[in-house]
């Protein structure tokens, strides 16, 4: 059974602070990595992908793979409250289908 | 382009009714998927489709889910008899093709069984 653990959270940083959420999943066969953020009431929405090993960086988010490690982070630098949501990690091997973790709550606080 | 479109935005049943939702991929796109998001986790795969195939219905709850894609675009998800526990938000997702692509959700229905 494939898993994808993330904290629930809240998890509130001031408004300016970097956010860094992280996600943990099971199997090892993973290949690609991706972000979704979800406002309240809203569907999830596409923010990150990263399919190797470091850092990717697109404005203010940076996504971080380490496969030996099986974790996957996202940091958000210069949080605004607008950032506050609920962000999913969805985990995928190819030709299987994505497994969602069940998201962290992130709060900033203006 | 436009975006996955879904109906109906909410829905209320009481238990052992029936309900269906429809949904309409992003034209060219030909995997299809239905999520079900329970309030305060993340979304579970019921179904996908490619083109109008089924390519994993592991998790759905078969004696009282069904869905189709009959002609390889738009689909139905239909629950006959609904339980309490199927309150949930019903996401359908498209992507151009099957594999190691990040999808896009439409709005999803959000169903409650009183």
């Known amino acids: 059974q494939k898993e994808v653990e993330q904290n629930s959270g809240p998890l509130s940083v001031p408004e300016g602070a970097i956010a860094s959420l992280n996600c943990t999943y099971s199997?090892?066969?993973?290949?690609?990595f991706f972000w979704y953020r979800q406002y309240s009431g809203k569907s999830p929405e596409l923010i990150m992908s990263?399919?190797?090993?470091g850092d990717k960086e697109d404005g203010r988010f940076t996504a971080q793979l380490n496969k030996a490690s099986q974790y996957v982070s996202l940091l958000i630098r210069d949080s605004q409250p607008s950032d506050s949501a609920t962000y999913l990690c969805?985990?995928?091997?190819?030709?299987?289908?994505?497994?969602f973790g069940p998201g962290t709550r992130l709060s900033v606080l203006p | 382009e436009a975006g996955v479109a879904q109906s109906p935005r909410y829905k209320i049943i009481e238990k052992r009714q029936s309900v269906a939702f429809w949904c309409n991929p992003i034209?060219?796109?030909?995997?299809l998927y239905w999520y079900q998001q329970i309030l305060g986790q993340g979304p579970k795969l019921l179904i996908q489709?490619?083109?109008?195939?089924?390519?994993?219905d592991s998790q759905l709850p078969k004696d009282r889910f069904s869905a189709e894609r009959l002609k390889g675009v738009d689909s139905t998800l239909k629950i006959q008899p609904a339980k309490l526990e199927d309150s949930a938000v019903y996401l359908c997702?498209?992507?151009?093709?099957?594999?190691?692509?990040?999808?896009?959700f439409g709005s999803g229905t959000r169903l409650t069984v009183v």
């Open positions: 034209s060219g796109h030909a995997t």
């Open positions: 990263i399919y190797s090993n």
């Open positions: 997702a498209s992507s151009f093709r099957e594999g190691n692509y990040g999808y896009t």
């Open positions: 489709f490619q083109n109008n195939g089924v390519v994993d």
């Open positions: 969805a985990v995928n091997i190819y030709g299987q289908n994505f497994v």
């Open positions: 199997d090892r066969g993973s290949q690609s």
